[in-house]
């Protein structure tokens, strides 16, 4: 029987060799060194050494300079100058919001109303005429004749710059109806009135090509002039004596002819007036002066 010191059956492994590759004996151009030795020892490059690292060229960056790359300022160099612009006004539009608006210096001005120092008042001192703020107690009436204008003038509207005086056989007030713009007044509208005696019929003479509004209760009398009925329009309470003069006056249809079709003419607290969306100035004045004198002359014919 044999047993495990027998030589022919198990071998006690005294005699055991490593094989030679895993051996740690390195024999120059026998066997390749131990994979464990390769890791702890360096690459047999002739390059590196164990302290340096490779790098790829142009990874070193230059040292932090802050002026390295500032061109030379020139010391006589002057930041240049913004001109001022208008300051922005603030306006209510579309339905986002509010947007910005710049002011117009030069459309604020021509807006602003100023007496007309050297206009219509200077004109009314050279004929006589007699100037007033619009609140004496002579001027009261003309708040009653705004009230019967064919045009809207609002609650804020006042009369001022308030002028009288005599053209002709007529006596006229003229004046402009102003409305407040910020902390100044504006003249919308330019109205001359000649005082009546006696009875005075409701009427209205208008350019066709407006819209009229508070016509309730007045009916439209036809003059026979196709011409002059094609461009006016001649309203009135009643088809009186008066009105019928008035519509069929040829030196009334002349001179309405020859307008441009911008003012309108109404009776009203004792008066008749014209009216024209402008602010006076001599030569609306002597232009109301002559179409009022024509269609008094015209309502006072009968008399």
Avoid: C
């Avoid at 045009?151 to 004046?175: D, T």
């Amino acid at each position: 029987m044999s047993t495990p010191r027998d030589r022919d059956g198990f071998d006690d492994g005294s005699d055991w060799q490593e094989p030679p590759h895993l051996s740690g004996d390195e024999r120059a151009g026998e066997v390749e060194p131990n994979i464990a030795d390769r890791r702890q020892r360096p690459r047999d490059s002739g390059h590196t050494s164990d302290h340096e690292a490779w790098q790829p060229p142009g990874w070193d960056l230059p040292a932090a300079s802050p002026d390295r790359d500032r061109p030379p300022v020139d010391p006589s160099w002057v930041p240049p100058t913004v001109p001022p612009t208008a300051a922005p006004e603030r306006t209510r539009g579309g339905l986002f919001g509010s947007r910005q608006r710049a002011r117009d210096p030069e459309m604020e001005r021509a807006f602003t109303y100023e007496g007309d120092q050297l206009g219509a008042q200077s004109w009314a001192l050279q004929h006589g005429w007699t100037v007033s703020d619009g609140s004496g107690p002579e001027d009261a009436v003309l708040a009653d004749l705004l009230g019967t204008a064919p045009v809207r003038p609002g609650k804020e509207a006042r009369p001022a710059g308030v002028l009288r005086g005599r053209a002709g056989a007529v006596e006229l007030v003229a004046f402009d109806v102003v409305y407040p713009w910020g902390r100044q007044w504006v003249a919308k509208y330019a109205v001359t009135a000649a005082p009546l005696l006696g009875a005075v019929p409701t009427l209205r003479l208008s350019p066709s090509r407006l819209w009229k509004h508070g016509t309730g209760g007045l009916v439209p009398v036809i003059s026979g002039d196709e011409a002059f009925d094609s461009r006016w329009q001649l309203l009135a309470a009643e088809d009186g004596p008066q009105v019928r003069r008035l519509a069929q006056d040829p030196a009334v249809h002349g001179l309405l002819l020859g307008t441009d079709d911008g003012d309108e003419f109404w009776t009203g607290a004792g008066h008749l007036a014209a009216v024209r969306p402008d602010g006076h100035r001599p030569q609306l004045i002597e232009h109301h002066a002559r179409l009022l004198t024509a269609i008094v002359g015209a309502l006072a014919a009968g008399y």
